[in-house]
């Protein structure tokens, strides 16, 4: 069995990823362990918790980081969409991608967006 997605696997995940970010634009994400998160080490970003996903290098735990500024209400800013590593590495990746997260955050602030 070929470890890379076929083109229908990764077209059902881009479809899966669509459906996530158009629930967030509706305010429509359950706001519970499973499918949301407070990024502890970045205040100012969260998480959606998306369906795992099979790459060639085994299967990774999906993530969209997102905020909302202030200046910006009732406005999402998608930042990354990133895969993360099951178990307690991933943790460090996670709490990795939300730092750098809300660094990208940062620089579009510093460019004006507010």
Do not use: C
Not at 39 to 50: G, Q, R, T, Y
Not at 66 to 91: C, D, M, T
Request: zero cysteines.
């Amino acid at each position: 069995m070929s470890k890379i997605p076929s083109a229908h696997a990764k077209a059902t995940f881009k479809q899966e990823v669509r459906s996530w970010m158009r629930l967030a634009e509706e305010g429509r994400i359950p706001q519970d362990k499973d499918h949301w998160a407070w990024m502890s080490v970045a205040p100012d970003v969260f998480e959606i918790k998306l369906p795992d996903w099979r790459f060639a290098g085994g299967l990774m735990h999906v993530r969209i980081y997102y905020s909302e500024p202030k200046a910006l209400a009732s406005n999402l800013v998608a930042l990354r969409l990133l895969a993360k590593r099951p178990g307690p590495i991933g943790v460090k990746d996670q709490d990795q991608h939300a730092r750098d997260s809300s660094d990208l955050l940062l620089r579009f602030a510093n460019r004006g967006f507010r």
